[in-house]
């Protein structure tokens, strides 16, 4: 067969091969994992073996370099495409920790924003309230847990604080605290988002009045040293765990075009999603928590330009994470 006749009868297939790989490539740039070609994937790995036949038949004719040249790249890039070592587990996760998850949470704004109210309010308001109306503590904490609280942070307590020996047990129970609360903050919002409610506004208040009450009478230094470092991510993964609690009930009280079971599991499989991000930050909130926070060696003035940068740091992640790429999470609105 002369070579003309040759490309004219394959030039078709090779130019959707070349289409196919051009589409793969652009997919992976914009970390978008549909095939819009005219060649589905199913078929590529018998495309790959005719294209070995086809070069191997070219330079046993004798073809010119042009045309065994063209086929030598095409079986290059799809060797590089069928037989690439898989991206690592870590490289994955961690691509979702730096952009996938705050671009999912910027996804969820509405929900993320009323969470931050229902905490951030009765924090702030409760916390300001007790300089002026002392007494309400006893409303929302029982007398033995004020108690305990001021013995705890006495500024001329000579044991604020604990020696380095008991950090790794500490770090175990922060993780199960935070994680536990952070679950519960999230699984609550299955009664139609009351439950994250709840527990949204309840927290707002215990911690604004154990804020507000020991600010009062003194303990404030203690306190604020103490909470300002690891509450970046605590805090923070708090209100998201909220968040993704209140969209998981309002899937079901306003599912749109959406069946109420369609609409649950989407909005369960971002909960989910989102989830996994809080239980990252709730893990690195333990450790500050556990071998930094609780040191009480270290300066106040020193914990507080620490806090500054973490928390700087948080808000930054959450408000410019991922915004290079394909905001692929906006379809999950």
Not at 21 to 33: C, G, S
Not at 114 to 140: C, D, N, S, W, Y
Not at 186 to 198: Q, Y
Request: glycine share 12%.
């Amino acid at each position: 067969m002369r070579q003309e006749q040759f490309v004219a009868r394959h030039q078709r297939e090779w130019q959707e091969l070349e289409d196919w790989l051009r589409t793969r490539a652009d997919a992976r740039r914009a970390q978008d994992t549909r095939n819009t070609g005219a060649l589905g994937d199913e078929a590529m790995p018998q495309r790959y073996r005719r294209i070995a036949q086809q070069l191997s038949l070219a330079r046993r004719r004798g073809y010119s370099a042009q045309v065994t040249g063209r086929l030598q790249t095409l079986m290059e890039q799809g060797h590089q495409v069928l037989y690439r070592t898989p991206p690592l587990r870590w490289r994955t996760a961690l691509e979702f920790l730096m952009a996938g998850f705050p671009r999912l949470v910027r996804s969820q704004a509405r929900c993320m924003w009323v969470a931050l109210a229902l905490f951030g309010v009765p924090l702030v308001g409760m916390t300001v309230l007790l300089q002026f109306r002392p007494e309400l503590i006893h409303a929302l904490m029982d007398p033995r847990m004020v108690a305990a609280m001021e013995r705890m942070y006495d500024p001329s307590n000579p044991r604020i604080g604990r020696d380095s020996g008991s950090d790794w047990m500490m770090f175990g129970v922060y993780i199960r605290n935070n994680i536990g609360i952070g679950l519960q903050t999230f699984a609550s919002g299955l009664v139609v988002g009351v439950g994250s409610l709840v527990v949204l506004v309840s927290n707002g208040l215990t911690i604004g009045a154990l804020f507000g009450h020991l600010t009062r009478i003194g303990s404030g230094g203690p306190l604020w040293s103490f909470v300002c470092g690891h509450g970046a991510f605590e805090l923070t993964a708090l209100v998201i765990a909220g968040g993704a609690g209140l969209q998981l009930g309002l899937s079901w009280l306003a599912p749109g075009r959406r069946t109420r079971g369609q609409a649950l599991v989407q909005a369960g499989a971002i909960g989910a999603r989102l989830c996994l991000g809080v239980a990252f930050m709730l893990l690195v909130a333990a450790f500050i928590e556990a071998f930094w926070s609780s040191v009480a060696s270290i300066p106040h003035p020193v914990k507080y330009a620490v806090a500054a940068v973490l928390w700087t740091g948080v808000i930054v992640w959450l408000w410019r994470g991922g915004r290079g790429g394909v905001e692929r999470d906006r379809d999950a609105r």
